[in-house]
Structures are given as C-alpha cells and as structure tokens.
C-alpha cells in the first residue's frame, strides 16, 4: 500500500470520527443522559467527589468505552480499592540514555485533578505501516470522542460561552491516548514530540509541554524475542561471543530505540548497547504525516508557519538519526575534535558490535543538564557555559554540530565535572561560505548594526529582499534580542533574561509579512541553539558570554576559523 493511501486512510479515520461527532451533538438527550453515567453534570453529582484512577493493563488501549458499558465498568473502577504502583529503583547514572526514569510518578494538575500515571511497558513495535496507520486512526477516533464528551459537560453549563468541540481536545484522557499511543508506536512521531518537549513554555502551551515531556520519559521497550530478532539481524548470531554479560532489561528506551548495559569479554568494559526497533527507519514519512493528521485535527500547532519545509527537514535528520553507522563516524569525528577539551568528552565506539541498526559505546556517567537545577550557582553556571561553549565551537571551528537539544544526550559527571556527549544521530556539517555570513550577522547584532543585519540576511536567505519595512524592523528586533547575551558587557543573568517573551511580541509581525521560509540550515541549527539558551534559562546560569564569541571572531579575522 502506497503512502498516499495510508495518509487517506488516515483522513478517512478523521472524517469518521467528526461525523460520529456530528451525530452524538445533534442527538443531545441521549448525550445528556449518558453525562449523567459520567458524572460530569455537576447537578447530579453527589457531595463527594467522584474520584477514579485508571488501572489499564500493560499493552492495553485506554480508549473511552462504549456508553452501554460505562456505567458498569465505572462501578467497578469505583468499588476497586486504589493501588499505589511501585516505582522502579532510579538509575542514578546511565549512557546513551534518552531518559534516566522510564516510569513516572502521577502528577496533578493545577485544579488538583489526577493524571493517570503511565508507566514503560514491554510491548511489540508496530512493524508494518498498515498496524501503526490503525494505532493512529484509533487515536483520532479516540480523539474525537473525548472531545464531544468534554463538549456535552460543558454544554450543561451555564456560564460556558465558547462551545467549539475543538478547544475540549486536551482533556486528561485524551493527554492519556495520545502518550499511550506515542509510547506505544514509537519511532518518528515521537521523536517529533520529544523535539517539541524541548521548548520554553510561551512558545509551546504548557498542556502540549506536559503530553510530550511525559511521551519523552516513558516509551515502552520491545520483547525479548522482537529484541533478540533485531540484534541476531544487525550483528549475527554470535554477538554474544564479545561480552560476558548482558542486561536483557533496557536502561533506557524512547522514540528510535532502547539501551542496554553490558561487559567486554575481552577487557571488563562496560557497554552501553543502543537497538534501534523494527520498522521505524522504514516509517518515517507516513508517521510524521499521519501524526500532523491527528495534531492539526486539535488545532494545537501554530497557524501560519511553514511546516511543510520544516517537517521535510524533519524527514531528513530522522533518516539520519537511524543510520547508526553514520552516528558510529560522527561519534568518533567528535571523539577526536574533543580529546583535548578538559570540559567534555564523548564516549568511545565498539565497532565489532556496531551496525546500521545497533550502536555499542563505552558506558558513560552522569546526571541529565536538567537535573543540575538542584546543584549550586557555580556548577549550574560552569554547566550551562560549557554547552554554550559547546555550541558555538560546533558551528564556528567544526562546521559540524549535533542539533538534538535533548537535555538527555548530554550528561553531567560530577566527579569528574565534565559534560558527557552520548548521541550523534543528529549531526549535520555547515557550508563554508554560509558560515561566515551567520557569524557576521551575530556580529551586526552585537555592534547593533541593523543594516547590516539585512544586508547578511539576505546573503544566508533568511530575506528575499521584498519584504515590508514592518517585516525587515522585526526581523532586525528579533536578530538584535538574540545577540543580548553576547553583546552585554559583564555576566549575563539568563534567569532574569525576558528573551522568549520580546520575541513572541514579534512573532505575529513575523508570521504575517513572511514571503519565503527561513533557510534549511536554520531548523537545526535554532534547535539546537534555543535548546542551549533555554537549558541556561533553566539553570539560572549568571556567566560571561561576550568574549566566548569575541574570541572566535578574532580567529575568524585571522583566518585561524572558517579559512578553508
């Protein structure tokens, strides 16, 4: 089946759904009365509060039930005596990891309302596309149907005043279909919804935030059988040959694949194993497209950006991200460019146990960037100025920059007070000449130079050179606020910084006056950028940034940087 099918499939999904919609509305006594069996008309509830936690059984959908059997299944949910469920011990260091806590503790929301606790699961990966295209149709149907159930409560209420079924989409069992629904498929979708976790809250609403930081910490792994299938497949039935022990529990599992630890037969190293699942290297177009499907339905994606240009850069990158081979050679291109570097080191690679769909690396320690929030000013600030250290000799002497802002790729080690890199799947190289015209826009924005600002932005592509003086002054405003930290004489206080906030005022200018989209480069380049100034956000980093940059410029006049 082709992907044109599968995406009408898709779409198919999604009109079914709305007509189902459609239907329950107009036939409103019948929804009424089933409010009623919900518990949602505030009227009929008792004194008491309703108080239910779901109990779902591992690799189970929670999708809303068929009214018939509600009443029935709620009595039962409600007779149940509540269940704590034990959390796994906390890995206090781990490699490779994209997230040190697969289980999550329930979180409560700001009315105090439970949010169910999802925890990873052993679950087989959807292989085929005609299997993951119905995990989404269900979602969208799922969807749908909460939606019109949160639309009916409400409709009892006599102060509601916007009655559009779409602004009930993020209720608490839909946030629970669409994490139990990434977690399951995995694969491009969710890497999608990781890159979006990684946002600062007035870009990205606080909701979408909290449904894809939670999808970022709780895939679920594969069994061992489908497990053992992808190694036997990737290095041959002898793998075990080369080590003397092998965890068959992940330490870690998220959107492409899972990791274990393991020991070097031949020395006593110990490993950490990175299995790519079945299947999604195959599935990267159909599933971004089909989640877009199911995204652009609850209308919580921005309007009026070019998505189609970023989601084709996204295709690209996620290519890359499953080739492990090619991370395999970025790993050790960043091994060699760092050996020196007292700050950072990157782990080495296990080639005899490394193919396009398994990465072996030494195994690495540390804590999360995140979680250094917690640590004193000194080490919060030596953090977040090692990473934008890291960021500008990526770009600026290497050409060649790992753009995952994923605050799990990289780990603190306190002991050795070093920053840990462990993922290259997103490593990209720059163009020369492109390069040198970026560095001499961050320039112009430092000497506040706007003229110069237009003219270099039209060299990069950022300007056509047709727009509006309202769109031109915008972009300079924008350009200039970025360039704040580097052109401020002194240590730059990032936790009092208002950065997002003046850029947001520009962004409706912007999204307005725009004639072509930003340049290709930009997409990973701002990720991973904005993922460096957002961690030193994070950290309340107070550092001195201006002469980081006023050293490489001076090297770039003298042709020691970007001469050849």
């Known amino acids: 089946m082709k992907d044109k099918e599968l995406y009408a499939l898709a779409r198919g999904a999604n009109i079914l759904a709305n007509s189902v919609c459609s239907r329950q509305v107009n036939n409103f006594k019948k929804w009424k009365d089933s409010c009623f069996v919900f518990g949602l008309c505030e009227s009929r509830r008792t004194e008491k509060e309703i108080n239910i936690e779901s109990n779902v059984p591992a690799g189970s959908e929670d999708l809303r039930p068929d009214l018939s059997q509600f009443a029935k299944k709620n009595q039962t ?11 796994a011990s906390k890995r206090e260091f781990s490699s490779l990891a994209l997230s040190q806590n697969m289980r999550l503790l329930g979180q409560i929301d700001s009315a105090g309302s439970i949010i169910r606790r999802y925890e990873s699961n052993e679950s087989s990966v959807p292989s085929s596309r005609i299997s993951r295209l119905a995990n989404y149709g269900q979602l969208a149907a799922g969807l749908a149907l909460g ?12 102060n509601a005043k916007n009655l559009d079924p ?21 694969g491009a979708a969710m890497k999608l919804g990781q890159m979006l976790s990684i946002q600062d809250d007035s870009l990205i609403s606080k909701d979408v935030q909290a449904i894809f930081e939670r999808v970022r910490q709780s895939a679920d792994f594969m069994p061992s059988k489908q497990r053992e299938k992808q190694i036997v497949d990737s290095l041959g039935e002898n793998w075990m040959d080369h080590l003397s022990e092998f965890n068959p529990k992940p330490i870690a599992a998220a959107s492409i694949g899972q990791v274990h630890e393991g020991i070097l037969k031949k020395n006593g190293q110990k490993i950490a194993m990175k299995i790519q699942y079945p299947g999604v290297a195959e599935s990267i177009d159909s599933d971004i497209d089909l989640l877009m499907a199911v995204l652009n339905y609850t209308n919580i994606i921005p309007r009026g950006l070019y998505l189609e240009e970023a989601l084709n850069v996204a295709k690209k990158e996620l290519a890359w991200e499953c080739d492990y081979k090619r991370e395999a050679a970025a790993s050790k291109k960043f091994k060699k460019a ?3 570097n007292e700050d950072v080191c990157v782990p080495e690679v296990i080639p005899e146990l490394t193919s396009t769909r398994v990465l072996t690396t030494e195994f690495v320690e540390g804590v999360t960037v995140d979680k250094c929030i917690d640590m004193d000013q000194e080490t919060r600030s030596k953090v977040a100025k090692t990473m ?17 802002p994923n605050f799990a790729n990289f780990l603190y080690n306190p002991e050795t007070e070093k920053l840990c890199l462990i993922d290259f799947g997103a490593s990209r190289t720059f163009d020369l000449e492109w390069v040198r015209n970026y560095i001499e826009v961050i320039k112009c924005a430092i000497d506040n130079d706007k003229q110069g600002i237009i003219d270099y932005s039209n060299k990069l592509g ?32 990032f936790g009092a910084q208002d950065t997002t906030k003046k850029i947001m005022n520009l962004v409706p200018v912007m999204l307005q006056h725009r004639l072509t ?3 290709e480069e930009t997409y990973s380049l701002h990720r991973k950028m904005s993922g460096a100034f957002l961690l030193c956000a994070k950290l309340k980093a107070n550092i001195q940034c ?3 940059f006023d050293e490489l410029y001076s090297k770039y006049k003298t042709g020691a940087i970007l001469s050849n």
């Open 338 to 340: 760092f050996a020196a």
């Open 462 to 493: 950022f300007l056509s050179g047709y727009e509006t003086p309202e769109f031109a002054d915008a972009h300079c405003e924008a350009v200039l606020v970025l360039g704040e930290a580097f052109r401020h004489d002194g240590p730059f206080d």
């Open 77 to 87: 949910k409600h007779d149940q005596s509540k269940q704590t469920s034990s959390i």
């Open 388 to 404: 934008l250290q890291l960021c500008l000799t990526e770009l600026f002497e290497l050409r060649f920059m790992q753009t995952d």
């Open 517 to 519: 989209p930003p340049p």
């Open 546 to 548: 201006n002469h980081m």
């Open 147 to 158: 939606s019109v159930g949160e639309f009916t409560s409400r409709l009892l209420d006599p």
């Open 166 to 186: 779409r602004t009930f989409v993020l209720t608490h069992d839909n946030i629970e279909r669409i994490v139990a629904t990434l977690c399951k498929i995995r």
